[in-house]
């Protein structure tokens, strides 16, 4: 069997940014205003599906919060968030198959190593690279060639944002994945770019990876 390296990103691929967004929202309004809650929680979901800024609303509606203040609690707060579907078993089980597992993800250190320590699979991967502790973000082929190494004959990147994701893993021989939008991603997807942009295969399920490794 080859040795073979899978290498995911985490927001909306392997969870879905929303649901942090969510989490940090809730733990926003339990600070500001824990008597209104859920009609706060729900003016700021509106506003921000609707495009606006959502800190801003607050602190003109909470003055003693300044907006650097909710975006500390946003990116610094211990998120209630869940993988998406079939993510925790295909983790394992390209695990159980002997393949090594790695993930690259831009964000900061607090905010990615809290989604991942909440989604209980920090110990899974064989390397993390999270780009503010690498020193440099995607597509910089630094983030991806940290992980070549002797002895792996194949490299995967599965990943959902055509813009940065895959032209490294393109120009290096990888085999690019990427996650389709099922219409819960925080960041559109445009595939109207340049070839050596997209992808070479996309899928609509996780479950899907199975048959391309």
Partial sequence: ???????????????????????AYKEIVS???????????????????EGENVFEFLNTQYSKFEVKDLLEIYRNHYPKIHLNENAKELLLNLKNQGYKIGLITDGRSVTQRNKLNALGVETIFDKIIVSEEFG?????QRNYCAFIEEGIDDYYYIADNPKKDFVT?????????CLLNNGQN??????ELEDEYLPKYRIKNLNEISKLI
């Fill in 136 to 140: 440099s973000t995607k597509p910089d």
């Fill in 31 to 49: 600070i500001v205003d824990n008597e209104i809650q859920e009609k706060l929680y729900e003016e700021m979901f509106s506003k921000y599906k």
């Fill in 186 to 191: 925080i960041h559109p997807q445009n595939f």
């Fill in 1 to 23: 069997m080859k040795t073979k390296y899978i290498i995911f990103d985490l927001d909306d691929t392997l969870m879905y940014e929303v649901d942090y967004l969510k989490s």
């Fill in 169 to 177: 893993p393109n120009t290096l021989g990888w085999i690019s994945i």
